[in-house]
């Protein structure tokens, strides 16, 4: 195999030829991944800036830098799951498909609390890092049905097909549910209903379920 | 919230009109769920028959039962995870939505041991009974590519779109390799390749999107 080039997360702006590395960011390149002076890496803003570089003291010596296309705007609203682990799975799916943003989102069913801001942001830069993408998520904190963007489409057993839903209405924010399901009145007027399976699917299977089509279909359409 | 109605796996095949409950299933029933006698609850045998049925002593009253319309053939072959814990999500989420096998695929590259069958099996069966599914997935221990079924797609990069790439080859196998990527000469050369994201996917996360993307392409074509 061929050796593995780190790829490293420094929020910009960028405006020296050399960025420094945070101590954590050093330790690992330096003393897990073995990395020298010279060796080579990647970087990126999460802005859709990436670089490659090599490892120069502490700091990552520029080189040569693209700006990505952004992917289509998708964000994704989620009644935060009870346990802290399906909570961690979902920002780390969601911004490996480059969501771009994650809005927990408040219900009248869902009891659990989102997880902290300074953890949900650490597992979305190591997703982003290791999925070597340009685009890190934007997470909020919480948001009702209000606060979310339209067109939005609401994730639920008794829709149509996702496939449908996304194609028709092309979907920029896709709304999942609590376990217990939405109350009754619970969902906007405004908003189409969705069916992702003939089973009934965990929060963070819906949500990563619905990252999977939006990202897929619009690739497949050439649309950007 | 309405009370939850429990759904419990039970091998057949079933010849009495009472179904006996494992003690652990008992247990769980009227220990942690609080069920009684007389209460609602539906059952599957995983090859397709759900039942509404009541709790009778430690057994299951049989109701009415239909058959479910089988899921389009789908087996996903997977090398499989160092962690165990990506290892537990792929056969849960891999089961949520109904595929119908998973292999745990023998590559080059991949160094890490499938987990113990009798855990996946657990593991499958409690994401049935979640899911309220009718259709148990079965779980190869481990295969090479020459033990997979054909229409076979290969999950790359390098690939055309995932969504062009089911379509056209009406995959009822797709292969997700391990983290140091396929070896050189390693794809057969009957099976195309597809590319499921712009970024790289973990093993995980590749597998449940090539599920999620199988399952709602044939949904949204009405074929079964």
């Given at each position: 195999m061929a050796k593995h080039v780190p790829h490293v997360y420094l929020s910009g702006p960028w405006d020296k030829s050399q960025l420094s590395l945070e101590d954590p960011q050093f330790r690992h390149l330096?003393?897990?991944?073995?990395r020298v002076d010279g060796s080579a890496l990647t970087y990126t803003d999460g802005l859709g800036t990436i670089g490659t570089g090599t490892l120069h003291g502490r700091a990552i010596e520029r080189g040569a830098e693209q700006v990505l296309d952004a992917p289509r705007p998708l964000a994704i609203a989620v009644a935060p799951p009870k346990s802290i682990d399906r909570a961690r799975w979902i920002v780390e799916k969601l911004q490996e498909f480059e969501v771009d943003a994650l809005i927990w989102l408040r219900t009248e069913n869902g009891q659990a609390r989102p997880p902290k801001p300074d953890k949900s942001v650490k597992w979305a830069i190591s997703a982003l890092e290791q999925s070597r993408g340009g685009y890190l998520m934007r997470i909020e904190q919480v948001g009702g049905f209000d606060s979310l963007l339209r067109p939005l489409v609401v994730a639920d057993?008794?829709?149509?097909s996702a496939v449908t839903a996304i194609k028709q209405d092309g979907a920029i924010c896709i709304a999942i549910g609590p376990e217990g399901g939405w109350?009754?009145?619970?969902?906007?007027?405004d908003a189409p209903v969705m069916s992702l399976a003939d089973t009934v699917l965990r929060i963070e299977t819906a949500a990563i379920a619905a990252a999977v089509l939006v990202r897929t279909i619009s690739r497949s359409d050439g649309s950007d």
């Open positions: 330096s003393g897990v991944l073995r057993q008794a829709g149509v109350a009754p009145g619970e969902i906007p007027n």
